[in-house]
């Protein structure tokens, strides 16, 4: 079946321009999430999406970052104003609930000139 | 808080070598999972296995096999006669029973197998 969907692949962008990362879950999966991937982060938790519940912002770095989700579906990351400390690789990963494993995708290069 | 340390940084090994990624994890949750995810040179992470705080049986899949201590908080992973496609960075990682679903991370462990 068709895993984790996110667009674009690689992103270029000039320094105070607005983002925005596209991810489509696993079709049932109900829980989504955003990672972020750098060299001297590792892997770091960004925000988390259960069903209809609020989402769980508590890994985001800052207010210029936010994310939502559509019908339970499409999950949208927006970063405003980008700074060159947020280029890294963005990962979306959905599961069927809490707990389970994460199925990642391929994720978004993002790298702000 | 939670933290999953993977002292090694680099292993080089030589094909059909057996190697062992190391993972300690620190948790207060008396619940909790833990996974290793495997992120080959195409980026993408691919899941490998979880296993639960309440189970300490040892698993094997093939090549692979997992040894989880809750007496030393370890969780190691075994590759048995490595092979070439096996290069990738490896993850260890945790989720507690009160973290809802966030997986922390270690800081993976680059494996390299030289034909």
């Known amino acids: 079946g068709a895993g984790v969907s996110q667009s674009p692949s690689n992103k270029v962008t000039e320094k105070g321009k607005d983002v925005e990362l596209r991810c489509d879950p696993i079709?049932?999966?109900?829980?989504l999430y955003w990672y972020r991937q750098s060299l001297g982060q590792g892997l770091e938790f960004l925000i988390y999406?259960?069903?209809?519940?609020?989402?769980?912002k508590s890994g985001l770095p800052s207010d210029r970052f936010s994310a939502e989700r559509t019908g339970g579906s499409v999950s949208t990351l927006t970063i405003q104003r980008t700074q060159q400390e947020d280029s890294a690789v963005y990962l979306c990963?959905?599961?069927?609930?809490?707990?389970?494993?994460?199925?990642f995708g391929n994720g978004t290069r993002l790298t702000v000139t | 808080a939670q933290k999953v340390t993977q002292a090694q940084t680099e292993i080089s090994v030589v094909e059909k070598e057996d190697v062992t990624l190391d993972c300690v994890y620190e948790?207060?949750?008396?619940?909790?999972?833990l996974f290793w995810y495997k992120q080959p040179p195409s980026g993408e992470l691919v899941f490998l296995i979880r296993?639960?705080?309440?189970?300490?049986q040892n698993e094997i899949s093939g090549r692979y096999s997992w040894n989880f201590q809750k007496s030393t908080s370890s969780f190691n992973f075994t590759i048995t006669a490595s092979q070439v496609v096996d290069s990738a960075v490896y993850f260890c990682?945790?989720?507690?029973?009160?973290?809802?679903?966030?997986?922390?991370f270690g800081q993976g462990t680059i494996l390299t197998v030289h034909p």
């Open positions: 948790t207060r949750d008396t619940t909790y999972y």
């Open positions: 296993r639960n705080s309440f189970d300490e």
């Open positions: 999406f259960q069903g209809n519940s609020a989402p769980d």
């Open positions: 990963a959905s599961s069927l609930g809490i707990n389970s494993p994460l199925h």
């Open positions: 990682a945790l989720i507690g029973g009160t973290s809802y679903g966030k997986l922390t």
């Open positions: 079709s049932g999966h109900t829980a």
